[in-house]
Structure formats: C-alpha cells, structure tokens
C-alpha cells in the first residue's frame, strides 16, 4: 500500500477556477475593480504615511471596451507591481497579495485603508469570460514595467513592458461566448450593479456636460457642452460618512439614489455605525410597507467595503426586518460560507442582534420625541414591528415602550396604557382583562357600535399575522388578558359579568324554539345558542367563537394553530335572544310555515346585518321580503 501527499498545485485548481469559481461570471468585472481599487488606496496609503514620496493627484479607474481588438481594460493608477510581485502574486495562486500587504502594515492603521481582496483568487476569474489575459503594470518604485500574459493554461510570458505610468491594465480577450462583456450597455449594468459606491472614481467613456449659460446670454442661446469624463460612481456615499454630518434631506436624496425608480419617500432612517467588536457601517429607511409582505424583501444591499454583493441579506439582518430598505456594508460578514453556516456564526449573530437593537432604539425616540408623528405613521410600520415583536423575543421585551394599540376611534395606546384605561369596565367575573377587538371596520360595524355604547375600548387590528400576535401577548401576560373579537358573541357574553338576565321563556318553552331553529337552519353550519338578553337587542345574531376563528386564521398565515384548522368549514353560532318579543312570536306560531318564515326571515336579517348573505340566499331573501310587503 502507497501513501503520500495529494499534491492540489496551481496545475490542479487552475481548471477548477476558471469554471466554478463563481457560478455567476459576471462577477469577474467586480474582482478586477476590486483589486484596481486596492492598488489605488494601497497607493494613497503609501503616500499619506509618507513611504512614497510622489503626487499621485487624485488616481481613478477606467473601464475600456476595444471592439475592434475584442478587448475589455480596466486601467488604474494605483501601486502597480514589479516583475517580481507579478510572479509572486499572480503566479502562486490562492497566495493573497492583499493578504500579506495588511500583515505587513498592520501598525500602520491598515484596517483603514478599506482593502476589499482576501483570498487572492479574484483575478483569476478574468479566465471565466476571456481566453487570454495581459497585464501590463508599473510599480510606484523605480523599477522596469513588467507585461504578463497567460492564455488560461499553465503557461505564461513574463516580460519587460514600456509602459511608463505608474499603475495596472488588465486586458482581457473576451472569449466568443462571452461577447455580451463587450457591450456597452451590458458593461453599464453591471458597473451600475456592483460598482456604484466603490471609493475610487470609475471612468467609463466621456459625456457631454452642459455648462451655465453666463449672465448675459440671450434667452434663446444654446448652452455650452463640453466633454466630460463619465463616472459612474459615487466615491463617498451617505453611510460612509457620521451620522452628525448630514442632514435629513441627505439622508432622502441617498434614497433616491439607490432606488432610482422608487417615488415615495422613506417613513425614516437608522444609521448604523459600529466598530467594535465587529466592523459595520449602513442606513436602513422604513418604506411604506403595505399587508403584501413577500413583495416587499430583499430591497436591502450587502455591501463590503463599499462592493456591492448581494441584495439577499436573509440570515445576517432579522428576518422582519428584511422588508426595510437601504444598506449594510461590513467586511466581518463570512460570504464564502453557505447561509445555514452563516445564521450560526458567531460575529453575524452580534450583527443581526445589534441591526434590531438599533432599530427598537431608533423607534423608540421617534415614539418618545413625537408621539403624535410616531402614531400617524404607526398604519405603515406596524406590519414590521408586529412582525418583530413576535420573532425576536428582545424585541418583544424593547417594543413594549412603543408598540401601539389603535382603537376603532383613532385612539393610540401603548399595551400598558389600555390595560390601565379598561382594567374598571373590561375585567371579567374571573378577574380576567378583556381586549375587544375588531378585524374591519365595517364588516363589524354593529358589533362596534354595540361594545362602545357600553363603554368598551375597541381595538383595530388589522394586520395579516394580528392572530399570532394576540395569542403572544396572551401568554406574556400569562393569560390573566384575553383578546375577544367583537363579534365573536353577543355583546353581553363578551364580558362576562356576575349579573345574569332572568329569560322570560320557560325552560319548556326555550326547548321549543331551540327545536324550531333546528329544524330550520342547516346544523352544519350554525349551533343554536339561547341566550336571555334585553328585549330590545337584536332577536337572531352570529357569531363566530373566538378560538376557532383565530386558530383558522393561525393557520392561514403560516405557523401555530392546529393541524387542518385551515381547511375547516366555517361555522357559526346563531345567537337567539329569548327576550325578544320576535321569538316570542315565532314561539306562538300556529301555523309551520309562518313560524318557518319567520325564522328564515330573521336568520337572513342576522347574515346580512354582517355581510354574510350571498347568492341563491340572498335572491331568496328579496323575493321573499318582496312578498312580505305587498
Ligand atoms: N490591479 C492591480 N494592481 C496591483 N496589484 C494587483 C492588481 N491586481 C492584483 N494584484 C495583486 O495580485 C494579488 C492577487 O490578486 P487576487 O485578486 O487574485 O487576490 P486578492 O485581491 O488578494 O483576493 P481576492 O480573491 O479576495 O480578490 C493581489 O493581492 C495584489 O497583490
């Protein structure tokens, strides 16, 4: 038996790069930007601590198509290498250049310098879209140029180069089937994509720029143009800079800038800044959010060093708080691992759980400093604080300060406010704090009407997951609050109070008219419920039990509830107010059909009053009623 050591060489991994390394080969142009932008800030490094001693002005990158030749260049003027570090970084790959420079000058403040490059394989994924690279480059210290050229094999030419200005151009021949890398358009989009807020200014081609027309002009004289370099980034966006140097208009036209096509403007911003123990820097804004939630993720863009890499940002932001907008830049995110490894790393769980305490932070001196704002935009954020208080526990602990509870009267309490306003007239015989609450307005709009005639306080709740929300809030409170939506009974049940309401039926007599419903109402959708209420409340309701209706609708947003809940018949209580002197009447009926009529008539009444009465139901309804009137 033989044993030794799998040698993996540059021969072995060099295939392997060029075909898998990025399943995506757009990305290569990203990478070689990338180093370009290294160079150029290792350069401005150099300078700013005095090792180099040369007025580098103000260095940029520019990006070139050549049609003709089927070249595409990226030009820069940064450090640029000599014969030597071209043979030593680009030949031994996976030997990281960067690597070994913030090694180097780690007591020189490198962390600062921004260096994006770790892993020193970003350069050969110019092998994914050209079939031959060069590089010709000069370094900043006095030595010769040096050229390189490789034909994606192992072989390469290394040799002296006449290029005399400082820095690096790599040229790639764009292979045949990657001929979209020459289009203009397409070589936009992606600096658009990718490079829109890297810290050293892109150039790609000129424009024309009109210039102010001077004070004497004539009115129809054409402006001046002249021709301008295009740079198609912005160097220092906003959430490069301290939060104390901008100012909120700033903050609004950033928005715009990374949603061109977005015309609302954002409820408000976070800044985040931190940089310890981990490194992060980003602007978050709340759009308007409405009840549609999965169209409204991912809108938030994963920046390193200010590359754009993803706009996916599921697993390092709290998943409710994927539905804000705006960015996060941060080198300590590992995203050469796959996201189920991500969720568990120990510097994105601190990410993740500083991005929420900044958000509850945030919303709680909006709600502190202006209540009365805070509560008109309450209706366009609730959906993410809700949807927050119930996945993150600490959120839940931290919203309790700015969570708010509105009324069907357009009252905003905290929860600790409605408890102590309806602790007098919603406690229950059982000592128990009752919440009303109601779904819409005007499908419930009776059963409002009856609970605030007593004095109630009647929540709207509204939002898709107000179900899973309910049922937390009554378990933190260990059941001593229970949330009863108003229609879910009688108005009298829904409180249950000591005094009961003597029947004015007998028992014998109660027994029958239960019996006639019975036989008139299909069983399988209503359960008969006598109840003694005052005469002049309605003679027939329905209503839905609380605990069967939020269990279906649990199950219909996702999560809790019981199995098969959700695909359950609705069913209903019909409410028969033995006090009324109606069913009194339909109690003395002689004749079958008319006591039949009747309780047809009333059970219609009672499904229209709530908007439940439809098709062949409703048509017999109106001729019957038609009938009634002639
Ligand atoms: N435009 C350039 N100017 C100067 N040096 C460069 C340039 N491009 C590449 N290099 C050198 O080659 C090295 C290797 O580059 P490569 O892109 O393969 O790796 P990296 O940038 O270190 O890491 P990453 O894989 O994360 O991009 C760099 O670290 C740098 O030293």
Known sequence: MATGNINVSVENIFPLIKKFLYSDHEIFLRELI???????????????????????????????IDKDNQTLHIVDEGVGMTKEEVEKYINEVAFSGAEEFLEKYKDSDSKETGIIGHFGLGFYSAFMVANKVEIKTKSWKDEPAAKWTCEGTTQFTLEESDKTDRG????????????????????????????????????FGTKEKELPKPEDAKEDEEPKKVTVDNIINNPDPAWTKQPAE???????????????????????HIHLNVDYPFNLTGILYFPKLTNDLSIQKDKIQLYQNQVFVTDNVEGIVPEFLTMLKGVIDSPDIPLNVSRSYLQADGAVKKISSYITRKVADKLNSLFANNREDFEKKWNDIKVVIEYGMLSEDKFFEKAQKFALYPTTSDEYFTFEELKNNITELQTDKEGKLIVLYASNKDEQHSYIKRAEAKGYKVLLLNSPIVSHLIQKLEQENEQKVSFVRVDSDHVDNLIKKETEQVSKLSDDEKETVKTSFETVVPKEKYTVQLEALDSDTAPVMITQPEFMRRMKEMQQTGGGGMFGMGNMPEMYNLVVNTNNPLISKILKAKEDSKKEGLIKQSLDLALLSQNLLKGEELTNFVERSFKMIK
């Open 168 to 203: 690096t151009e790599i040229i790639l021949h764009i292979n045949d089937d990657e001929k979209e890398f020459l289009e203009e358009h397409r070589i936009n989009e992606l600096l658009v994509k990718y490079n829109k807020f890297m810290p050293i200014p892109i150039k």
């Open 246 to 268: 901008l100012e909120e208009d700033d903050y609004n036209s950033f928005y715009r800038e990374l949603y061109p096509t977005q015309f609302e403007e954002p409820l408000f």
């Open 34 to 64: 990338s180093n370009a932008t290294d160079a150029t800030l290792k350069m401005n490094h150099l300078v700013r601590i005095g090792e180099a001693k040369i007025d580098i002005g103000k260095p940029k990158i520019e990006i070139k």
